[in-house]
């Protein structure tokens, strides 16, 4: 971790002497009891620290931030990202305008996990206009090319994203989204083998289901030269109302559908605080509901409690008893998840403490499991120029 916080400091010194108009730095601390979110349970201490820099010149602007993730128990899990980007504002009128980045992103794990290295490019188009001083209407693109040091997670993806804003007198707002993606895997089969590992997750190209307690397990992988895609998408629905100046209530519905192509790999798995290129928003079908009570409290202290259930299928992804063995049915996971925040802003820097509480039930028991997640950080924000 040494060397990434003397790279954070170098950038604090270098921000400065680049006259930043932001800058950003953060330290979050998280205890997990499921760090794998699966049937054995392991719990970790995560530390995150992060910065971001920005510096406008008149309508663009570039920005550069970094983030390093400690893991205490796996530290062969830890990891860096880092980000470099442009990005541009061109106002239509004083009502509209349309906004584009392109961002570079680089990713450093350890070597037992170097699998999930990857170089990113991401090009993002936005345009956002009032259709009244009540209504919004936005709309993006995104593409996004990822390349990893093992090869058969490299895929390039398209996004379209249309959303309308409407907001009443009495405190309601109602938003209604549309979302559709396309993932496409470049060669996601690379070889032809039955292979065991004890408790590897990735092996010569390959997936195993990690067991902490070295139990070994098998994965499959096939041989074929054409790319494989995957084709989802989603509605999603919010309405929210203020009661009184300190108290807001929000509910959010959404439902995404699989229009075509499964997930290439025999199974998907979910890392707390960890990105898995196995398992993102194109991994599932189903729908996801979420309430959320927000009140202000004394001392501007905000105080967020939610609840999340969850219901996805997983095309393409057999069930497994726990010694491997198909099961012949697609697995199915209904998540329940309770949250608490409590955040205190101040003119320069904020704070918060969290807690979460999941449980996940599905026909695949080795993602049978439930557990606790604390997080606690604290974030300064300086501001030397005009913000955008």
């Known amino acids: 971790m040494r060397k990434y916080t003397l790279l ?3 950038m604090v010194f270098l921000s400065s002497h680049l006259l930043a108009d932001t800058f950003s730095l953060s330290l979050f601390q998280n205890r997990t009891e499921n760090l794998f979110q699966n049937i054995y349970g392991e719990s970790d201490y995560v530390s995150n620290l992060s910065f971001y820099i920005d510096k406008n010149l008149s309508q663009f602007s570039i920005f550069t931030q970094g983030n390093y993730s400690y893991l205490y128990e796996n530290p062969s899990l830890s990891y860096y990202v880092h980000d470099l980007g442009l990005d541009y504002l061109y106002p239509v009128n004083d009502k509209s305008a349309f906004y584009f980045s392109l961002t570079g992103k680089k990713t450093f794990f350890r070597s037992d996990f170097s699998d999930f290295n990857y170089f990113s490019m991401n090009f993002f188009a936005a345009f956002k206009t009032y259709l009244s001083q009540t209504s ?3 709309s993006n693109y995104s593409l996004e090319y ?5 090869s058969f997670f490299d895929f390039v993806s398209n996004a379209l994203f ?3 804003d409407k907001y009443f007198p009495s405190k309601t707002t ?3 989204e549309v979302n559709w993606g396309y993932k496409y895997f470049l060669h996601p089969y690379i070889s032809q083998e039955i292979i065991s590992i ?3 997750l990735y092996s010569n190209g390959g997936r195993g289901r990690h067991h902490p307690d070295g139990i070994d397990s098998q994965f499959i992988t096939r041989t074929e030269s054409e790319g494989q ?4 998408f989603s509605l999603t629905g919010l309405i929210a109302q203020g009661l009184g100046n300190n108290v807001g209530l929000r509910l959010t519905g959404m439902k995404q559908w699989t229009l075509s192509g499964k997930n290439p790999f025999m199974f998907v798995e979910e890392f707390y605080a960890v990105e898995n290129p196995s398992y993102d928003r194109f991994s599932w079908e189903g729908y996801q509901i979420h309430s959320q009570f927000t009140v202000l409290v004394p001392w501007n202290i905000q105080l967020k409690i939610g ?6 299928e997983f095309p393409g992804i057999e069930s497994l008893s726990l010694d491997g063995d198909l099961l012949g049915i697609t697995r199915k996971d209904m998540r329940k998840m309770i949250e608490a925040r409590v955040e205190k802003n101040f003119p320069k820097f904020s704070v918060f403490l969290s807690y979460f509480y999941i449980n996940n039930k599905s026909n695949d028991l080795f993602f049978e499991w439930s557990g606790q997640f604390f997080s606690a950080g604290i974030e300064w924000n300086l501001f030397f120029g005009e913000k955008k």
Do not use: E, H, P, R
């Open 146 to 150: 990822k390349n990893y040091t093992s």
């Open 162 to 164: 249309f959303s309308l």
């Open 229 to 232: 895609g995957i084709q989802v």
């Open 198 to 200: 004890d408790g590897d």
């Open 136 to 138: 919004i209407v936005k």
């Open 174 to 176: 109602v938003k209604a």
């Open 307 to 312: 609840y999340t259930i969850a219901d996805k």
């Open 8 to 10: 954070t400091l170098f």
